[in-house]
């Protein structure tokens, strides 16, 4: 499995963003599709996952701005709204069969004060 993420850019605070993750691959095999970031200086947290059930799971500082989907071909969405200064991070794609973690490449997400 391979992942593709788009999305990111600088957008003021409060403003709105949509990250895009494309897999490709042995797509049929995949479980759980996430995203998680990572801001300078601190770990990778999670953010959101969505199962192929469509069940979604957000960390609390997001619940009620981000929201996560997925689509017949796999590919995930976040939709974040009202982001704030500590939204700044690299976000990360992330994709899970029975046995693997996949990850895509980061894009960067800036929302200055």
């Known amino acids: 499995v391979q992942l593709q993420a788009s999305g990111g850019g600088l957008v003021q605070a409060g403003g709105s963003l949509r990250l895009s993750c494309v897999s490709s691959?042995?797509?049929?095999?995949?479980?759980?599709m996430g995203w998680y970031r990572q801001a300078p200086g601190k770990q990778r947290e999670l953010v959101a996952l969505?199962?192929?059930?469509?069940?979604t799971t957000y960390v609390d500082s997001v619940k009620g701005r981000f929201t996560i989907s997925r689509d017949n071909t796999n590919t995930a969405y976040l939709h974040m709204n009202s982001l704030k200064p500590e939204d700044t991070a690299v976000y990360y794609c992330?994709?899970?069969?029975?046995?693997?973690?996949?990850w895509g490449q980061g894009t960067h997400v800036t929302a200055p004060a």
């Open positions: 691959g042995r797509i049929f095999s995949i479980n759980v």
């Open positions: 992330n994709a899970k069969d029975r046995v693997t973690d996949y």
């Open positions: 969505v199962s192929s059930g469509g069940s």
